[in-house]
C-alpha cells in the first residue's frame, strides 16, 4: 500500500514518466524483499540507516556499479521523504545514507611493448619529411608527456640542446621545464633540418605543416590517431593517450609521483594518482597470469 501511494504521487503529482516510475518501484521491491529476507519482522517503518547501508554493499558486492546504487538510493530517499510528508513513518533513515562515490574510468594508454612496436619500425611511417614530422611529434608526446596545446605552442627557441630541455607553456601560461633523452634529441635536430631545408625560417612554430604554418589541434590529431592506430586496439588514440602512456610508463619503471606530477605540470599530486591505479590494475593482471594459485 505505501509503495503503490508512492508511485500513485509520482505519476499524478508529479508527472514523473512510466519509465522513472517504474525504476523507482523495482528499486523499492528489491530493497523490500532485502530488508524482508533478512528479518522478516522489519517493515518500511522500522528499517535503520544501517539496513539500507548494509543493502547497498550488498549490491557491490555483487557487481553493481556506483552509479546503479547511487539512483538505487536516490529511489528510497524519495520515498522515505513522501512517507515521512504524509506521516506513513516516523523517521527518515536514508536521509543519514551516503551514496558511493562515481569510480572515474581508468586512464586508457598505449602499452610499453606496443610504442615501442611503432617508433621502432621504419615500415610504419611515411617516406621523407611527412614521416620524420610524424614520428617526431608523436616520440616527443610519450618521452615528455606534454598536452597537446603545449606541443603546438612550442617554438624552436623553445628547445635547448645543450641542456636536453623544453620550455613548456601549459594551463594559464605557466611554465615548466621539461627534459628530454639522446633518441628525441636526434629526431628533433634532423626534423629541424629538414624543416629549414623545405619550410619559412620566418614562422618561430617548431612543428610546421606543409603551408610553412603553425600546426593545428585538428592536424596534430589525425597525425597521432593514423599512427597509433597501426599498433594498438584501443578505441581512443589521441595525444592524450600519449600523455597518459607517458605517465604510466614512467611509473611501472620506477619513476616517483611527485617527479611525474612535476613533469605533467599537475597542480595536485592527487591529480596524479589516477596513474597508480592504471599502474595496480596492471600489477593485478601480472599477478593473475603469473601466480599458480592466483
Not at 606496443?114 to 611527412?130: H, I, K, P, S, V
Not at 611525474?260 to 589516477?274: D, F, K, N, P
Request: aromatic share 8%.
Amino acid at each position: 500500500m505505501i509503495i503503490r501511494d508512492f508511485l500513485n504521487y509520482l505519476r499524478y503529482e508529479r508527472n514523473r514518466s512510466e519509465l522513472t516510475v517504474r525504476r523507482y518501484e523495482q528499486s523499492l521491491r528489491d530493497f523490500e524483499s532485502y530488508f524482508k529476507n533478512r528479518d522478516s519482522q522489519l517493515s518500511w517503518e522500522s528499517v535503520d540507516s544501517d539496513i539500507i547501508r548494509d543493502w547497498m554493499e550488498s549490491m557491490m558486492d555483487k557487481g553493481d556499479m556506483a552509479s546503479t546504487v547511487n539512483s538505487s538510493l536516490s529511489a528510497v530517499r524519495s520515498f522515505f521523504r513522501f512517507a515521512l510528508s504524509r506521516k506513513m513513518v516516523q523517521n527518515d533513515p536514508a536521509h543519514l545514507v551516503k551514496g558511493p562515490k562515481k569510480q572515474k574510468p581508468l586512464p586508457q594508454f598505449v602499452r610499453e611493448e606496443e610504442m615501442n612496436r611503432l617508433l621502432d619500425t621504419e615500415q610504419m611511417w611515411e617516406e621523407g619529411f611527412a614521416g620524420l614530422r610524424a614520428r617526431t611529434i608523436i616520440l616527443l608526446f610519450y618521452e615528455t608527456g606534454i598536452r597537446l596545446a603545449e606541443l603546438i605552442g612550442l617554438n624552436s627557441a623553445d628547445v635547448d640542446f645543450a641542456t636536453h630541455q623544453l620550455k613548456v607553456t601549459g594551463k594559464r601560461n605557466k611554465q615548466r621545464i621539461v627534459p628530454f633523452g639522446s633518441e628525441l634529441e636526434s629526431a628533433l635536430q634532423e626534423y629541424m633540418q629538414q624543416r629549414n631545408t623545405r619550410l619559412s625560417h620566418e614562422e618561430p612554430a617548431l612543428f610546421l605543416n606543409d603551408k610553412g604554418q603553425r600546426m593545428t589541434r585538428s592536424q596534430v590529431g589525425v597525425i597521432v590517431k593514423r599512427h597509433l592506430s597501426l599498433t594498438t586496439t584501443l578505441k581512443k588514440r589521441s595525444p592524450h593517450v600519449l600523455r597518459h602512456s607517458f605517465a604510466t610508463a614512467m611509473l611501472n619503471n620506477g619513476a616517483g609521483l611527485e617527479s611525474v606530477r612535476m613533469l605533467l605540470g599537475h597542480e595536485s599530486v592527487a591529480t596524479t594518482q589516477i596513474y597508480t591505479h592504471t599502474t595496480f590494475e596492471q600489477l593485478k593482471r601480472v599477478y593473475e597470469n603469473a601466480h599458480p594459485r592466483a
